[in-house]
Each structure stands twice: as structure tokens, then as C-alpha cells.
């Protein structure tokens, strides 16, 4: 029983950590693309990604991402979250996803994803900040 419990956790830190790296090239395949700089040249805001108990500050300036910041900083102010588990982000950026988990609204209403803070710009936004959080599926 002890073997399982080793297995599952390796098994757990191992989907922790392949999903924050990942994430990490998010600001570069965004970035690289005008199209998505264009669509999102009006948005100024820290977010907040959560990956399992980590969380990332993502800085957005006028379409431009930042590199993603750990929030480890106490107080660390950010506009609005988006947090999912490190398996859940890992399925939604499967190129393709399957059904089910391709979209941020889909996970959320199964109960694997949340939001919370001021969702006004996320939604004046939204599919800027969808390619953002779609941005790890490209290979």
C-alpha cells in the first residue's frame, strides 16, 4: 500500500512540474504573434494562474505578456485568477484536447477550474485570454 502512495505522489509532482514549465512559455508563444498582441492591446492586468498550490502572476501590458512570475510575494495584488489542478491544465493543453476540456467555461462547470476576482476584464477579453491559456498546446 506504501508503494502506491509513493507512486501516486511521484505521479502528482511530476504532473506539478511539467505543467508549471509549460506555462512558463506561455509569454513567448503569445508574444511571437502579433495577432494576439493586436486582440489584446487594451488589456492591463496582472493574473493569476494557479496550478495546483502554485501560483503564477502573469503581467499583461498592452498585449504584451511578462514572464510568469511565481507569487510568492505575501499581498501580491493580482485582477482576476484562473486555478485549475496541474492534471487538468495538462488535459486542456493537449493538442488537440479532447471534448470536454478545450475551454476554460467547459472546466469550469464540471467543477475543475475556477475564477475569481474581477471577472469584467477577463470578460472584455475573452479570447485573448483564452490563446493565452490555450498558448501551451502549440508543439
Do not use: C, Y
Not at 3 to 21: D, F, K
Not at 40 to 65: C, E, N, Q, T, W
Amino acid at each position: 500500500m506504501t508503494g502506491a502512495v509513493i507512486t501516486a505522489t511521484s505521479s502528482s509532482n511530476a504532473q506539478q512540474l511539467t505543467a508549471e514549465h509549460r506555462a512558463k512559455a506561455i509569454p513567448t508563444a503569445i508574444n511571437a504573434d502579433e495577432v494576439h498582441a493586436r486582440r489584446g492591446r487594451l488589456l492591463d492586468a496582472d493574473i493569476m494562474i494557479g496550478i495546483g498550490p502554485s501560483g503564477f502572476i502573469l503581467p499583461v501590458r498592452g498585449g504584451r505578456l511578462d514572464d510568469l512570475e511565481p507569487a510568492t510575494r505575501l499581498l501580491r495584488p493580482w485582477v482576476f485568477a484562473i486555478r485549475a489542478d496541474a492534471a487538468t491544465w495538462l488535459q486542456h493543453w493537449e493538442n488537440p484536447p479532447r471534448a470536454g476540456w478545450h475551454d476554460i467555461f467547459a472546466l469550469s462547470k464540471r467543477g475543475l477550474l475556477t475564477m475569481e476576482g474581477n471577472l469584467v476584464p477577463l470578460m472584455q477579453h475573452l479570447q485573448f485570454v483564452k490563446d493565452v491559456l490555450a498558448a501551451p498546446r502549440t508543439p
